[in-house]
């Protein structure tokens, strides 16, 4: 349906806005124009860095710590933002405009249960009273098509999976009717099933309610399936904007085209590793709590430059994996073979040298950086705890570090809340690649990433592996990551392995049943991607293939 001007809810004009770096103020949007409708999406899209995040808090009259608004319109609903008081921001962020953060797992009290984090803002505006808050949580957890949406709501968020945290969120913000959500990366951080799971959840949400939304992402396939229109962002400026279906046609300018195409031009493994074993998992069974069940008689292994790719959707059991493989949770049975030698099971038990040869990578680049630290420190741990290195030989190996993830020496001195969600993630990879290991587990490592971002950083660790012969075991559900950079591929599914083989056997048909779910949940750079795969999926489960979420 075409929008008009008589429906405008927000209209940002010429806005710029100011970043503290190095002791100066710089401009890091500039001059940015939009507009959202009632009911519409709008989709910014960008590589890391590019200011969509700044711009969509922006839209609430807020930046985050050393940002500062310096010119420029922000009027929502008639009320201009910038400059208003406190208490008129406060009157529209929460009841009116709703933020939906990229890491539920970070934005919600571990301390809280979920219901009694829902009710806050709705009790605490006076919109309405605990009882109807509650009654209104339990409907929202229905239509998110939630579990047990009665009582979902007693649990803790580490109680439920990273989709579910994802969709409570979501729950969160619809809470007080908002006129306006503000969507950050939210499902950057999930497995292709789920992700489709929060997608279409979302979808149906906004429909519902006539909500309008900006939704910030970097991948234009998961945009394309939400908004109505799209912008392109880089360094700060508009690149285009236009209809949704036109952006994804035929887009204007060389930068959009850049990130349609990005997905066809990763290339294959060029990989040259012999045939000794690093890691072997044998017979490895592990439980949580109660002794529940998580991972079932998991057998697999790697070898010297080789890459072995864990997928399969969120609980399957891939994280919890790579926590036995690094001591973190010991095995109720089976053995973990280090180059030859069975390890210790509990991590306080293993050699330092064993520690240096094996790091990992985590997923949420937010919760893995002390904030406390500068990079140089943070960076500067791993080289005095295993070489002893100081003074000007560790900062020249920092500096090295830095260049490795192409980011330059100023970041030596940045605090982790001065860095993009994509350059969190770079100085992880850099604290890893520190100790010179001989495995590294990557975890999720491009999901905060932007797809060029991603390209390139998947290109670095080709090279370096192809230089140093270290293997990796990639947890991930961005299966075009799995096509670039897998020797071999684990499917996993309730803590078992349902199929593995060489990344021929696995990607080429006839699939398994489950493979086939997970291969069709991948984005596609269409519109009309969501809705096929949705019809797809209650096909797969016609047949017996049950989907967690």
């Known amino acids: 349906m075409k929008k008009t001007g008589a429906n405008r809810l927000l209209n940002v004009h010429d806005l710029c806005i100011e970043g503290y770096q190095e002791e100066e103020w710089r401009q890091i949007v500039n001059g940015v124009s939009f507009y959202v409708d009632r009911g519409e999406v ?3 899209i960008g590589e890391s860095g590019a200011g969509k995040s700044t711009i969509g808090i922006a839209s609430m009259g807020y930046t985050r710590a050393g940002c500062r608004i310096k010119a420029g319109s922000i009027l929502f609903d008639g009320q201009e933002l910038f400059g208003a008081d406190y208490e008129t921001l406060r009157r529209v962020r929460g009841p009116r405009i709703a933020y939906v953060a990229q890491s539920a797992a970070a934005s919600f009290n571990p301390a809280h249960k979920l219901i009694h984090q829902f009710v806050e803002m709705p009790v605490q505006e006076g919109i309405m009273s605990f009882s109807k808050a509650e009654a209104r949580a339990k409907e929202l957890f229905r239509r998110l098509d939630l579990p047990d949406p009665d009582n979902i709501g007693d649990r803790y968020p580490h109680q439920v999976s990273g989709g579910q945290l994802q969709r409570c969120m979501v729950a969160m913000a619809m809470a007080c ?19 489709i799971e929060v997608l279409g959840a979302i979808k149906e949400v906004i429909q519902a309610y ?14 394309a399936q939400i908004a109505d229109r799209i912008m392109v962002l880089q360094h700060g400026y508009e690149v285009e904007t236009g209809e949704t279906r036109q952006m994804i046609e035929s887009p204007k300018k060389d930068y959009t085209r850049e990130l349609l195409s990005v997905r066809k031009t990763r290339g294959k493994t060029i990989n040259h590793g012999g045939e000794e074993t690093v890691l072997a998992v044998e017979n490895v069974r592990a439980a949580y709590g109660n002794n529940v069940i ?13 890459t072995v790719s864990i997928v399969g959707e969120s609980g399957s059991g891939k994280s919890t994996l790579a926590r036995v493989i690094t001591g973190l949770l010991p095995p109720i049975d089976g ?44 960076l500067g741990r791993p080289l005095n705890f295993y070489f002893g290195m100081s003074g000007k030989e560790r900062d020249q190996r920092i500096l090295k570090l830095l260049e490795l993830i192409e980011l330059g020496p100023e970041y030596m001195e940045r ?13 992880c990879i850099a604290r890893a690649l520190a100790a010179k290991p001989d495995l590294i587990i990557c975890d999720e490592v491009t999901s905060a990433l932007d797809q060029l971002g991603a390209k390139g950083i998947l290109k670095l660790l080709q090279n370096l592996q192809n230089e140093l012969q270290v293997s990796y075991i990639f947890i991930t559900h961005d299966l075009d990551t799995v096509k670039a950079i897998s020797d ?33 949940s991948a984005p596609e750079m269409n519109p009309d991607w969501l809705d096929h795969v949705i019809k797809h999926r209650q096909r797969l489960a016609d047949k017996g293939v049950s989907i967690r979420s």
């Open 488 to 520: 071999h591929i684990v499917v996993m599914y309730q803590g078992k392995v349902v199929e593995q083989g060489p990344k021929s056997d696995i990607l080429h048909p006839p699939y398994e049943p489950y493979t086939d779910l997970l291969l069709s």
């Open 210 to 223: 006539g909500t309008a939304a900006i939704y910030i992402t970097h991948d234009l396939a998961v945009v």
């Open 335 to 378: 053995k973990v073979h280090f180059c030859g030698e069975v390890i210790p099971p509990k991590l306080k038990n293993r050699p330092k040298e064993l520690l240096r040869r094996m790091q990992m990578i985590y997923q949420m680049p937010d919760t893995a950086l002390n904030p406390k630290h500068k990079v140089k420190k943070i």
């Open 42 to 44: 709008l989709g910014l």
């Open 177 to 195: 009717n908002p006129d306006l959500i503000v969507f950050d990366e939210p499902t950057t951080a999930l497995d292709v099933t789920t992700q």
């Open 415 to 427: 605090y982790p809340d001065e860095l993009s969600g994509g350059e969190k993630q770079r100085v």
């Open 294 to 306: 998580v991972l079932d008689g998991i057998n697999t292994k790697i070898g010297r430059g080789k």
